[in-house]
């Protein structure tokens, strides 16, 4: 699984990065527009390790918004199973503020909490929590209606039996919908590092692009894949393993 | 592995459209029927004899048909004039000197600010500057990578401040460290920004004052008009067409007389800023487009080139390492075409 992800990875990374050098050459381009290969070669043996820091700044706080909104997805989502009018609400607000541009959102959360990383751990749960939720709470607002019918007779059906059986019947979409919301929780910490904050490889990305360097860019392109990638596939591997268990 | 590449062809396909979509985009001798004029920043004060030449026919009058592109954040106009999506552009220097570095074919036809607005802001009844000197302890903005950490930190090196005296912060697009009193100095557009800024703190009953680095013996040329050497060696007369259109309009929008037509046309383009504050702005720019800031005395500098300014600003880029070695930008300079 591993293996498979980071060729993938590889595999486009290296034919996005030739198509690049095969159009600067074609076109004559300057190195200000598309940097040569071994300027690529140069900046990345330059700034390797800096990145590196700054993109695991990056991933710790996309791997706790993460965490942050897989738990209030979860809670939410047993909350808004309820046919009852909170549940309803719930999900009538969910649907609207997924479709809100939390991008846009960002600049105000800013303002009101600072560049720290409080503000970039608030944009990256809010970006994957909604989708998140929109997932969960079509799971546990689907009845398995065979095996709860059985339960539902006997009058032995609680909500935490409902919410396990509904789990249980979905865990294979569950996992999937949770390894899916990495990559937005990697792509809302680097929008907010972009737009405001003072760490994390969003913030360096921006940097590069005030200096025009593409090379910088490129790097930082390479590491935020690999680590995405390790991350999904460690996502991957907790899912199977759940799943494995649930299944015994 | 083949299931690898199974999954991978989407992904690279997506690619290669984008690539090549990119490529079907180039033009390498782009027509000059439609000339594309890509601004450095978003349709404001500082681009009002660009707004001016277009609005009131000065293309036109030149028989050329021109589209003018406001910029922003994103936008840089070396880089479509190299693609061949503009034709003309605004860059400031430091971007011309970087691009050149790098072996970019462009050339500078006008330097349209003879004096950089960016200052720094400040509130003098808590942070006293009277000499460089007193820049010590204290916390000054400035956007890492942009241009005015280029000029700070040229600044420190040429007063002979070392860079653990002061406290760098961190500057984006919000005010608010500022405003709170969390830094002491902002780095701000003295013709733009400024103005509204500075309008907000003084209605709160703020003092505010300006650092500029110009008078610190800090020359750092900002916005120019640039083209490729491509299109000046090619179509001469168009270049010429276009930079006479260009410079009159900016003279026509900076001269006194024109002031309420100025604000007018400017505002249609920048529906964000009240009137009252573009007229404060106009007559900033007026200073900083005029090195006398006397439109009778100076009228006849638009768009002049300093060459010692542009082997200043190239010297600060190579002391702060901006770039790796010299680039003799003066043979980039072209004035008069």
């Not at chain 1, 560049?115 to 809010?126: F, H, N, Y």
């Not at chain 2, 006398?292 to 005395?297: A, I, L, M, R």
Request: charged letters at 20%; glycine letters at 6%; hydrophobic letters at 45%.
């Amino acid at each position: 699984m591993l293996h498979r992800r980071i060729y993938q990875f590889l595999i486009v990374y290296a034919l996005g990065i030739c198509m690049l050098f095969l159009v600067k050459f074609a076109l004559n381009l300057s190195d200000y527009v598309i940097p040569s290969p071994m300027e690529v070669w140069t900046t990345a043996r330059q700034v390797f390790l800096r990145y590196l820091v700054n993109v695991m700044d990056t991933l710790a706080v996309a791997v706790i918004g993460h965490i942050l909104s897989i738990f209030m997805a979860t809670v939410v989502g047993i909350i808004g199973r309820l046919t009852s009018g909170v549940g309803s609400l719930i999900k009538i607000a969910a649907f609207n503020i997924q479709a809100y541009p939390i991008v846009a959102v960002a600049p105000i959360i800013f303002i009101l909490l600072g560049d720290g990383p409080a503000s970039r751990l608030l944009i990256a749960s809010m970006i994957c929590y909604f989708p998140l939720l929109l997932s969960v709470l079509g799971v546990l607002t689907e009845p398995v209606s065979d095996i709860e019918h059985f339960y539902r007779v006997t009058g032995r059906l609680t909500w935490q039996l409902e919410v396990k059986i509904r789990v249980f019947e979905n865990i294979a979409k569950l996992t999937t919908v949770v390894s899916g919301s990495a990559t937005l929780a990697m792509v809302g910490t680097i929008v907010a590092e972009f737009i405001a904050a003072d760490a994390g490889i969003g913030y360096t990305i921006r940097i590069a692009l005030y200096q025009s360097d593409l090379a910088k860019i490129l790097v930082a392109l390479f590491l935020i894949g690999i680590w995405t990638s390790l991350y999904l596939v460690c996502l991957e591997w907790l899912g199977h393993l759940i799943q494995k268990k649930w299944q015994r | 592995m083949v299931i690898i590449f199974k999954k991978t062809i989407p992904m690279v396909t997506v690619l290669c459209v984008i690539i090549v979509a990119a490529a079907c985009g180039y033009r390498e001798n782009p027509p000059l029927d439609n000339i594309s004029y890509r601004l450095k920043w978003l349709f404001n004060i500082s681009s009002a004899g660009d707004i001016w030449a277009d609005v009131h026919g000065h293309f036109q009058k030149q028989g050329l048909t021109v589209t003018v592109k406001p910029g922003g954040p994103e936008r840089d106009a070396i880089k479509e004039l190299e693609l061949g999506h503009a034709h003309f552009g605004v860059a400031s220097a430091d971007q011309v000197i970087r691009a050149v570095s790098k072996g970019s074919p462009i050339v500078v036809l006008a330097q349209l600010f003879q004096e950089n607005p960016l200052q720094w802001i400040y509130r003098p009844n808590k942070t006293i500057i009277e000499s460089p000197a007193d820049l010590k302890g204290k916390i000054i903005g400035v956007t890492f990578g942009g241009n005015d950490e280029t000029i700070m930190r040229a600044l420190l090196a040429k007063h002979d401040i070392d860079e653990n005296e002061v406290e760098l912060f961190s500057v984006r697009y919000d005010y608010t460290p500022f405003y709170q009193g969390n830094v002491d100095l902002w780095p701000i557009y003295r013709n733009a920004q400024a103005v509204i800024i500075g309008n907000r703190l003084r209605d709160a009953g703020e003092q505010i004052a300006f650092f500029n680095p110009h008078q610190a013996g800090i020359t750092f040329v900002a916005n120019s008009v640039v083209t490729t050497q491509k299109i000046l060696d090619e179509h001469p007369v168009i270049v010429e067409k276009f930079m006479d259109a260009l410079l009159t309009a900016w003279k026509e929008s900076m001269d006194p007389v024109n002031k309420e037509k100025v604000i007018e046309t400017v505002h249609q383009f920048d529906l964000d800023t009240p009137k009252e504050i573009i007229g404060k702005q106009l007559e900033i720019t007026r200073y900083l487009t005029i090195p006398s800031g006397d439109y009778g005395n100076g009228g006849e500098f638009f768009g002049k080139i300093d060459p010692t300014a542009w082997k200043d600003t190239e010297k600060i880029m190579l002391d702060q390492k901006v770039i790796p070695k010299p680039v003799n930008i003066e043979k980039y300079l072209k004035p008069g075409n």
